[in-house]
């Protein structure tokens, strides 16, 4: 983090004036939050729909039908169309949570640190942080037990992506072809991965031998791929089994607005608070996120079974 805020100086050593107004202002710690671009959720890329709440809860329907109730007829000349109707999905509702905590910052910390902003940041952080680290894990739980398309990658003669000689691109577009091969519309975007998976995708030979060469966009040099099969690989920790979905069918966020006074938010959909505890000489940084995930559409994803990783 910079060592200057707005209306700082370019260090801020035992500018505690400084710093309090920073901590005061829901604006300027929304703008820092903003600057979190290597933070993002993985729940808010592989949901994302966004869902209304009412009243704490989040009203939906699950598998809604992608065709009518009757077949399509010829149609005579001069003959009405026939009706039909469209049916609904299973409805489900869901509560939203609050997930949150607060972190004591002392005024000490922050004048003893050459940049006093970058103790105010390293605090923001963990706070971000932790609120990610949970809030994926729930969502990852959801779609894990409401995902019930497999792929054994070690079935039908295969091996795992550990083994000698794996066949992962193939591997990926089976599964890709599970998702698409049920016909109701599903069109899978993403490949989500966690990083021992990615490590293992990214240096198979089947793949980095099919990729462009003679150029500085290759993963030997930039370690990242980002696209393969069609599909936006997202990385996450939080990611166990790994997953082929379509990311604007499967479900979505549902985030309570609640307006609370002086909470800043970003687009992390992450609330903060700064709390000045003047009979403690300290602030409390204290974050949330209102939300809950929806799996809408659970035949929009695929799981990827016995990799090895």
Same mark, same amino acid.
């Given at each position: 983090?910079?060592?200057? @805020?707005?209306?700082?100086?370019?260090?801020?050593?035992?500018?505690?004036?400084?710093?309090?107004?920073?901590?005061?202002?829901?604006?300027?710690?929304?703008?820092?939050? !903003?600057?979190?671009?290597?933070?993002?959720?993985?729940?808010?890329?592989?949901?994302?729909? !966004?869902?209304?709440?009412?009243?704490?809860?989040?009203? @939906?329907?699950?598998?809604?039908?992608?065709?009518?109730?009757?077949?399509?007829?010829?149609?005579?000349?001069?003959?009405? @169309?026939?009706?039909?109707?469209?049916?609904?999905?299973?409805?489900?509702?869901?509560?939203?949570?609050?997930?949150?905590?607060?972190?004591?910052?002392?005024?000490?910390?922050?004048?003893?640190?050459? @940049?006093?902003?970058?103790?105010?940041?390293?605090?923001?952080?963990?706070?971000?942080?932790?609120?990610?680290?949970?809030?994926?894990?729930?969502?990852?739980?959801?779609?894990?037990?409401?995902?019930?398309?497999?792929?054994?990658?070690?079935?039908?003669?295969?091996?795992?992506?550990?083994?000698?000689?794996?066949?992962?691109?193939?591997?990926?577009?089976?599964?890709?072809?599970?998702?698409?091969?049920?016909?109701?519309?599903?069109?899978?975007?993403?490949?989500?991965?966690?990083?021992?998976?990615?490590?293992?995708?990214?240096?198979?030979?089947?793949?980095?031998?099919?990729?462009? !060469?003679?150029?500085?966009?290759?993963?030997?040099?930039?370690?990242?791929?980002?696209?393969?099969?069609?599909? !936006?690989?997202?990385?996450?920790?939080?990611?166990?089994?790994?997953?082929?979905?379509?990311?604007?069918?499967?479900?979505?966020?549902?985030?309570?607005?609640?307006?609370?006074?002086?909470?800043?938010?970003?687009?992390?959909?992450?609330?903060?608070?700064?709390?000045?505890?003047?009979?403690?000489?300290?602030?409390?940084?204290?974050?949330?996120?209102?939300?809950?995930?929806?799996?809408?559409?659970?035949?929009?994803?695929?799981?990827?079974?016995?990799?090895?990783?």
């Amino acid at each position: 983090m910079p060592g200057s @805020y707005p209306a700082g100086p370019p260090t801020l050593s035992g500018d505690l004036e400084t710093i309090s107004r920073f901590l005061a202002n829901p604006t300027a710690i929304q703008r820092r939050l !903003r600057n979190y671009r290597d933070l993002r959720f993985v729940s808010d890329q592989l949901l994302t729909q !966004r869902f209304r709440t009412n009243g704490g809860a989040v009203l @939906y329907e699950m598998s809604e039908p992608f065709v009518t109730d009757r077949s399509v007829t010829a149609v005579s000349a001069g003959s009405e @169309y026939p009706s039909a109707n469209l049916p609904t999905g299973t409805a489900a509702i869901a509560s939203v949570s609050k997930w949150g905590q607060k972190v004591p910052i002392t005024d000490e910390e922050i004048t003893r640190n050459v @940049y006093g902003g970058a103790a105010v940041d390293r605090a923001l952080r963990k706070v971000v942080n932790s609120i990610i680290k949970t809030v994926d894990g729930v969502t990852m739980s959801a779609i894990a037990s409401a995902v019930t398309n497999t792929f054994d990658v070690t079935g039908s003669g295969g091996v795992a992506w550990t083994a000698a000689s794996p066949t992962i691109l193939r591997d990926i577009l089976k599964a890709k072809a599970i998702v698409v091969g049920q016909n109701l519309g599903y069109m899978p975007d993403t490949l989500a991965l966690n990083d021992a998976q990615y490590a293992t995708v990214m240096s198979d030979d089947k793949i980095t031998n099919a990729l462009r !060469r003679e150029t500085l966009d290759s993963p030997v040099y930039s370690g990242e791929i980002e696209v393969i099969a069609g599909l !936006r690989i997202v990385v996450s920790p939080s990611i166990t089994t790994p997953l082929v979905l379509d990311s604007t069918q499967l479900g979505g966020m549902a985030d309570e607005q609640e307006s609370s006074p002086g909470y800043a938010v970003s687009d992390l959909q992450v609330q903060v608070k700064s709390i000045r505890v003047d009979t403690a000489d300290k602030w409390d940084l204290q974050g949330r996120r209102l939300t809950v995930p929806v799996v809408q559409e659970p035949g929009a994803a695929v799981e990827l079974t016995n990799t090895g990783v």
